[in-house]
């Protein structure tokens, strides 16, 4: 019997090792120029988040379901974005854009649990403010802290399990050559392009995860605010529709920018290859867990208070130490004097 001469193929070139990533730009100068740019929001991006996480956290009045929510999110955010701008500042000053195959596939399967986890928050976040619009009454018998951490963690789960079943096989495909990424992440679907194996199976999977997960969410999300919309019209008061309308324009907020660049990217993977997609993989890869913090917190009054009240304590911390400081620098001067 004839040996099938593909399956020969395959089995006669070397596995690849490693890929290469071309990143967002081969022009030198254009990459020392944008480093300290990306610098500069992954670390506003570290820092606002693990802000608003403190203040959450050392304000006994923000101990409600829906800034606990918010925490959870600016904890994602940080976890999201550190599993990808590290390694894209490192590249801007790196000749050789390289990465290992197992890095690649770490560094994909990190960045896909935190964003599906963060599509389970948001609908988890959605639902948090039907209960509080439409209940207002049993709202803190329905949204308990016990209630509300089952959701976050399932949240995680969710992203965890469906993260690493697209990951697992598609990263077992045969990879013979060339390894060739033409993006600044190792982008899935570039990634089973350059599979020696037949990728449809895979490509399935990928889409089907968006749209299980993607979609899914999305329509959770969609169907919380039907209900918030129905609840807020038999609102007489405009003042209390208002205000009960105010408590959700953030959330609508963070869910048009992220489900607007997330569904146009994954929705789409024949277009992986154009700046369009680099352009909108770097909005809600870098730009968005930058901005959920800014959104919240802005238009937030009660964590406006929460950080100024913050920023006079640490002022109040800081006085006295000068004070202290001063009162022994004085106490050692007369003593030397003195002797």
Known sequence: MAPNKSMEGVENHTSVAMFIL????????????????????????????LCLIIVIKINSNLHTPMYLFLSSLSFIDICYSSSISPRMLSDFLRDEKT???????????????????????LAAMAYDRYVAIGSPLQYSAIMVP?????????????GFLTSLVHVLPCFNLSYCGPNIIQHFLCDITQVISLSCSNP????MIVFLVAMFM???????????????????LKIY????SAKAFNTCVSHLAAVTLFYSTCLSVYMHPGSSHSMK????????????????????SLRNKDIKEALMRLIKRQHIYFSKNNIWAAIITIRKREASICK
């Open 22 to 49: 071309l990143g967002l730009s081969d022009e030198k100068e254009l990459q020392l120029i944008l480093f300290p740019v990306f610098l500069g929001i992954y670390l506003g991006t570290l820092l606002w988040n």
């Open 237 to 240: 008061s405009v003042k209390g």
């Open 277 to 296: 997609h680099k352009v909108l993989s770097i909005f809600y890869v870098i730009f968005i867990p930058l901005l959920n913090p800014l959104i919240y």
């Open 214 to 232: 993607g979609l899914g969410s999305l329509f959770v999300i969609l169907l919380s605010y039907g209900f918030i919309a129905a609840s807020i």
């Open 99 to 121: 990465i290992s195959f197992m890095a690649c596939a770490t560094q994909y399967f990190v960045g896909a649990w935190m964003g599906l986890a963060e599509c389970c928050l």
């Open 200 to 203: 449809f199976m895979c490509q």
């Open 146 to 158: 016990g209630r509300c951490w089952k959701m976050i963690a399932g949240a995680c789960a969710s």
